[in-house]
C-alpha cells in the first residue's frame, strides 16, 4: 500500500538539542510538506518542496531545517534555535497539479525535556 | 491571505443523529476544499475532496458539498456512530502549496 511513514512517533529532545524527524513516501509524489500542529492552533507550514533538491520557507521556518536529496524523503531537523518546539510535527505529501489533495503521515510528537 | 473557520469547536451528539458540520473561507478562489478526519494523536485521513469545479462528494454515510460563491464547505454525517467521534478539519487550497486549515471541530457521538 502507497502511504506516507513518520518516524519515531515520538520524540524526546534535551534543551540545546538538534533532533531530526523522518518522513518517507512512496506515492511517487513531487511535493512534500512539514507542519506543525500545536493545541487550538490550525496546522502551520514550516517547510515544502516540490522537487528534488530545492525547497522553501513556509509561515514559520524559523529554528528548522530540511533536505530532499531524494524525491521518497524529507526529513526536518528541529534545531536548538526553535525556542518552543514541543509540538505534534505532520508530514504531507502531494502531486504538485493542485486538483489531488494531500495526503499525510501519522506524526511525531516532540516533547522537549 | 485565506482564512478558514469552522464552527463549532466541539459538537456532542446521540448515536444515530445525523449531523453537519460547517466550514467557511474567506477568498473563492480556491482549487479544492479537502475534509480530514484526525483522532487523538493521529495523523490525518483524507475523507473527501472536492475539486472547484463541483458542488459536492460522498463516501459512505459521508457528504461534502462545496458553495464557491457564499465560501462555504458543508460536511454532512449520516446515522452517526461512536467510531466517528474525531476531530474534523477542513482545508482550503489556494495554489500548489497553499493549503489553509481550519481549527477543526471535534465531534463527539454519545452511545
Known amino acids: 500500500d502507497g502511504g506516507i511513514t513518520q518516524s519515531p512517533k515520538y520524540l524526546f529532545r534535551k534543551e540545546g538539542q538538534n533532533v531530526t524527524l523522518s518522513c518517507e513516501q512512496n506515492?511517487?509524489?513531487?511535493?512534500m510538506y512539514w507542519y506543525r500542529q500545536d493545541p487550538g492552533q490550525g496546522l502551520r507550514l514550516i517547510y515544502y518542496s516540490q522537487i528534488v533538491n530545492d525547497f522553501q520557507k513556509g509561515d514559520i521556518a524559523e529554528g528548522y531545517s530540511v533536505s530532499r536529496e531524494k524525491k521518497e524523503s524529507f526529513p526536518l531537523t528541529v534545531t536548538s534555535a526553535q525556542k518552543n518546539p514541543t509540538a505534534f510535527y505532520l508530514c504531507?505529501?502531494?502531486?504538485?497539479?493542485?486538483?489531488?489533495?494531500?495526503?499525510f503521515g501519522s506524526g511525531t510528537r516532540l516533547t522537549v525535556v | 491571505k485565506q482564512e478558514v473557520t469552522q464552527i463549532p469547536a466541539a459538537l456532542s451528539v446521540p448515536e444515530g443523529e445525523n449531523l453537519v458540520l460547517n466550514c467557511s473561507f474567506t477568498d473563492s478562489a480556491i482549487y479544492n476544499l479537502q475534509w480530514f478526519r484526525q483522532d487523538p494523536g493521529k495523523g490525518l485521513t483524507s475523507l473527501l475532496l472536492i475539486q472547484s469545479s463541483q458542488r459536492e462528494q460522498t463516501s459512505g454515510r459521508l457528504n461534502a458539498s462545496l458553495d464557491k460563491s457564499s465560501g462555504r464547505s458543508t460536511l454532512y454525517i449520516a446515522a452517526s456512530q461512536p467510531g466517528d467521534s474525531a476531530t474534523y478539519l477542513c482545508?482550503?487550497?489556494?495554489?500548489?502549496?497553499?493549503?489553509?486549515f481550519g481549527t477543526g471541530t471535534r465531534l463527539t457521538v454519545i452511545p
Open positions: 482545508a482550503a487550497q489556494t495554489g500548489a502549496n497553499n493549503l489553509f
Open positions: 504531507a505529501s502531494s502531486w504538485t497539479v493542485a486538483n489531488y489533495g494531500y495526503t
Open positions: 506515492l511517487n509524489h513531487d511535493a
